[in-house]
């Protein structure tokens, strides 16, 4: 009895992964799959508004360190800055993205905010959208997805574009229109080679500094910033 129980179980947890998977493609047939970024870069945003499309995001990976999911890059008086958002770790254990939570015992929040207004305080656009930015972060979301999910729907109402996503149950091998893992900190000269990047008026420097968070475009930019994301691509 235990052993065809068992197997009766185990039966039914596989066809439901089966399911689970067609419903997942249906879904790439319309929509693309990637992991979700903090802030994310133009290359990032590129694909994302290439055409209108549902997304599927990725939250059933373990999480990765030193990646884009928690850190961005921003153009300061100083050259390139990197912003990163702490999270909580369970040492010993791996945990999936959908559970990691942010460490507020961390005073980061006052930083990515000084840092983003030295940079952009002077931005034709800081004072549309830094009210905004301030409620993200005066949210105070417990997990990392809802945070990154917060700034992607701010982003995308800017550039007028639509918002349809979902969110994985289950990490499996995608078949359909995927782009997991292939805008990396760790490949960023890869990226940078394969992108065919528009320069735009930036607050400092002389050189223009390609494939910044998508912060970048919409302090110098504005509503315009989606006519130059449309040119904007990968190869």
Same mark, same amino acid.
């Given at each position: 009895m235990p052993?065809?129980?068992?197997?009766?179980h185990a039966f039914v947890l596989l066809e439901i992964r089966v399911i689970n998977r067609i419903f997942v493609n249906i879904r790439l047939f319309f929509g693309m799959h990637i992991e979700l970024h903090y802030l994310p870069s133009l290359a990032y945003m590129s694909?994302?508004?290439?055409?209108d499309e549902s997304h599927l995001f990725e939250i059933m990976e373990h999480f990765p360190k030193q990646t884009?999911?928690?850190?961005?890059q921003i153009l300061g008086a100083n050259g390139v800055e990197v912003l990163?958002?702490?999270?909580?770790?369970?040492p010993g254990q791996k945990a999936f993205t959908k559970d990691i939570q942010i460490d507020y015992s961390q005073a980061w929040v006052r930083r990515h905010m000084g840092a983003i207004q030295a940079a952009y305080g002077k931005a034709p656009f800081f004072e549309h959208f830094e009210p905004f930015i301030q409620a993200i972060f005066a949210k105070k979301n417990k997990f990392l997805v809802d945070l990154n999910i917060d700034f992607l729907k701010l982003s995308m109402k800017i550039l007028s574009k639509g918002f349809d996503y979902s969110l994985t149950d289950d990490f499996l091998v +995608?078949?359909?229109?995927?782009f997991y893992n292939q805008i990396?900190?760790?490949?960023?000269?890869? *990226? =940078?080679?394969?992108?065919?990047?528009v320069? +735009?008026?930036q607050c400092f420097g002389t050189d223009f500094v390609p494939?910044?968070?998508?912060?970048? *475009? =919409?302090?110098?930019?504005?509503?315009?910033?989606?006519?130059?994301?449309?040119q904007m691509n990968i190869n």
């Open positions: 052993d065809e129980f068992v197997e009766k694909l994302l508004t290439r055409r884009y999911r928690n850190r961005c990163s958002v702490p999270v909580l770790h369970v +995608y078949d359909g229109l995927s990396q900190a760790k490949r960023d000269t890869e *990226v =940078l080679n394969s992108l065919v990047s320069p +735009y008026r494939n910044l968070s998508i912060l970048d *475009v =919409l302090m110098n930019h504005g509503r315009e910033s989606g006519r130059i994301l449309e």
